[in-house]
């Protein structure tokens, strides 16, 4: 379906509705799927970066398998306090945050139709990860000085997820208060996707460019 279908100035007050519950039900397939294969993703990220903290904590001189160079070392990661913000470690948050992505993904693509107020918590759940991963960006980048490599892979999968469901969100928003919000986000998710993820690996690039650079 095309942006023009929504915004066609011939098209009725019904053919908008219509055109934009298609686009909720074609969105909320992709969110299916998204939540599913990155939510496993995520959880499996999640729930080795648990064991490896265990094994750390059972003995001091563990080296974790994620431990490959002074930068890109989980080791370094985990030893600070930020790696355990509630007091417990911080994948524990993963393993429960993905797995109720999963169970939501597999239960969408087995036709479930989800409450409104459950999509709402969906997107406070989404959004409250996005910020506390940013948050572990620019801890892991400023004040800890090291990547963990398990984490940024629950980077890669959390972005996405947080901009389909927004999308998703933003059209089911517009059948009600008829907001253009939906078309923006519709229009420039890969934008917004893309340079999310640039931007990342630009100040990655930056911050330990004097490491990279020592390795030519």
Known sequence: MSDSALTSSEA??????AHLAEAVRS?????????????????VAAFVLTVE????????????SCNFNPVLSCGSVM???QAALFGFPNPLLGIAGFAVAVTTGMALLAGARLAG??????????????????WLIYSSLYSIGALCPYCMVVWAVTLPIFVF???????ASGLTSR???????????APILVVGVGL??????????SYWSSLY
């Open 179 to 189: 907001s253009r919000l939906a078309l923006v986000l519709a229009r420039n998710h």
């Open 165 to 171: 469901v927004s999308v998703r969100n933003a059209h």
């Open 117 to 134: 107020w459950y999509w709402a918590g969906l997107q406070v759940g989404v959004t409250a990860a996005m910020v506390f991963i940013g």
């Open 53 to 64: 903290r265990f094994e750390l904590a059972a003995d001091p001189d563990y080296v974790p």
């Open 12 to 17: 009725g007050p019904d053919d908008d509705r």
């Open 27 to 43: 969105w909320t397939r992709i969110v299916a799927w998204l939540l599913s294969v990155g939510g496993a993703i995520g959880f």
């Open 200 to 209: 990342v690996i630009v100040l990655i690039a930056v911050r330990f460019w």
């Open 79 to 81: 030893a600070e306090p």
